[in-house]
Structures are given as C-alpha cells and as structure tokens.
C-alpha cells in the first residue's frame, strides 16, 4: 500500500513481484536462488508467503527444501531465515515486527526416523535470524493479540509476549497424532512464551 509493490505465487510455486501495482510482474526466484546457493542450500519453489501486519514491507516466504526466506523492503532484497529445523506452521506477530513463532514436526525433513513424532513450538525476536524452543508436544498456537476483541474475557489485555495454545499435558510419550482431538491435551495462555503457563 502506497509503495505499489504486489507480491504474488503461481501454482508451480513461482514468485513474482510488481513495483508498478501489478502492471508488469518479475521472477523473483534467480534472486532467492542466489540467496539459497551462498548458504549452500536450493530452493526449487515458494510454497507459501505471509505478510506482517505490524509491518507490510516485512514478509515471510516458506520455499521447498526446507529453504525459508524474509524480506524488510518489500521483496527489493531477500534474506535467508536461519531455519535450524524444518518449519510446518509459522505465525509473525501482529504488532511486534521483528516476533514470530514457528512449528516444526520431528518426523519431518532431516530428523525424519530419529525417534517419536511431535511438534516443537520455536520462538525468534529478530525476523528469523535466531530461534529459541518454547514448548514440545504443541497443537495449536496464536499470538493472543490475534484472538478477536469481540470474543476476548472482560477486562483481559493480553502482553506482547502472550500466546494461547493447545499442549499435550507433560509426561505424554510416543508419537503426537496431529490429525485428531485427544483428551490428554491441555489449552494454556502464557504471558512470557512458556517460562510459564
């Protein structure tokens, strides 16, 4: 808005971007692939992109190969997300710009076989560039500044760092079924991204 800058994803998983309002519309995958190849990894597609509400020139590209991507300019330059891990789910803060949370499933990408299937919960404060694990064994996540004023209880206001969740209860082993509802799950809110809950 007002920058007339339009990103947008073919279904073969191209990016494209447009500095005139969507007139006239550039590849932009030599430019992450460039990106990719000096951190020694690919990235064949895009799978998905999410813009931050708190700042729209800031979004988030979830390409293939594991090979993630930010941009603070509106896509003029991209920046390789330092991805430990395999991302499956990411959410970027609604009023924090450099916050975001991420899921990562263990029975996915290079950690597939080590051992049980369940979902990390990562945390980074700076777009990416750093992670920190808050919670295994998560199902659901948001940042509770998203939950709707309309629905929110009387009087709540909830912090920066606030997420509301859905966490098999401690001491849960074995594989996480992500696919059905399971009675051993507890739904938290934390102020302080599960130092606690």
Known sequence: KKKDIVMGLTEGAILHRSN??????SNQMVK????????KKTISGVRYMLASKADPMRMFFVGSEDSHFTTTNGGKTFSLVNSIVAFEDIKLHPTHKECMMAA???????????????????????FGMSWVNVVDRVQQFEWTEEVPKAIR????????????ATVFKKGKKGNQN???WDTDIDFVITEDEFKTV
């Open 20 to 25: 005139d309002n969507g007139k006239t519309f």
């Open 153 to 164: 209880p009387k009087n709540w206001k909830p912090g920066p760092h606030s997420i509301i």
């Open 32 to 39: 992450l692939q460039a990106v990719a190849q000096k951190a």
């Open 104 to 126: 990562q499933d263990t029975c996915s990408g290079a950690a597939k076989n080590s051992g049980p299937c369940y979902r990390k919960l990562w945390v980074s404060h700076d």
């Open 178 to 180: 992500l696919d059905t």
